[in-house]
């Protein structure tokens, strides 16, 4: 069956603008979840979602991060005011529960890049 | 705070070599240990995983790993590397709330 997919697959704007990072799950899969992975770095945390609800986003790194899952389903992560600081490789997971036994199942990521 | 030390950046190994890559955890519980593996243009796809029960854990790929609660370690082991097992290999915790911690990874060259 079809994995977690993400797009853009890359992603190149300027300082200052606003970014959408879509995330699409495995079908069924009820918990999401976004990392950040820098280079150089393994993937960092900034949210989960059991359902429609964030379950803890206590990785978003300031106010300018926020992600939506309105259906429960797909998840779009918002990036407002970009700095070239939030250039990485933004990673999505999905999980058939919200469970530390099940496997956290990884998209190809999206790279973004701000000038 | 639960933290995943991999202590080597790069490392490389002939082809039919034997292969360990480190990983130390910091964990106040009994953790939830796993691998991860990275190729180029891919996602993060599980090597294998350790919540309790037997230390010497097999996984896909001919890969294992053994968890010692007195060091703290998870390493990965494999007794014959492939060209194709060329990646970047990660070992995460499970930490509160069902994410993972990972370390900083290890970039595996294999010579021919």
């Known amino acids: 069956g079809a994995g977690v997919s993400q797009t853009p697959s890359n992603k190149v704007t300027e300082k200052g603008k606003y970014v959408e990072l879509r995330c699409d799950p495995i079908s069924g899969h009820t918990a999401l979840y976004w990392y950040r992975q820098s280079l150089g770095q393994g993937p960092e945390f900034l949210i989960y979602f059991q359902g429609t609800g964030a379950a803890d986003d206590s990785g978003l790194p300031n106010d300018r991060f926020f992600a939506v899952r309105p259906e429960g389903s797909v998840s779009t992560l918002k990036i407002q005011r970009t700095e070239r600081g939030d250039s990485a490789v933004y990673l999505c997971?999905?999980?058939?529960?919200?469970?530390?036994?099940?496997?956290?199942?990884f998209g190809p990521g999206t790279r973004l890049t701000v000038l | 705070a639960q933290s995943v030390t991999q202590p080597d950046i790069h490392i490389t190994v002939s082809e039919g070599a034997s292969l360990e890559l480190r990983c130390n955890y910091s964990y106040g519980a009994t953790p939830y240990l796993f691998w991860y593996v990275q190729s180029p243009g891919q996602g993060l796809q599980l090597l294998l995983k350790y919540f309790s029960g037997d230390t010497l854990v097999q996984g896909i790929k001919g890969f294992e790993a053994e968890f010692k609660r007195s060091q703290s370690s998870f390493n990965l082991r494999k007794p014959s590397v492939h060209w194709s097992d060329a990646a970047e290999y990660f070992c995460?915790?499970?930490?509160?709330?069902?994410?993972?911690?990972f370390g900083a990874g290890t970039i595996l060259r294999v010579k021919s």
């Open positions: 995460a915790v499970g930490a509160d709330g069902n994410k993972l911690v």
């Open positions: 997971a999905s999980s058939p529960r919200l469970a530390k036994y099940n496997e956290q199942f």
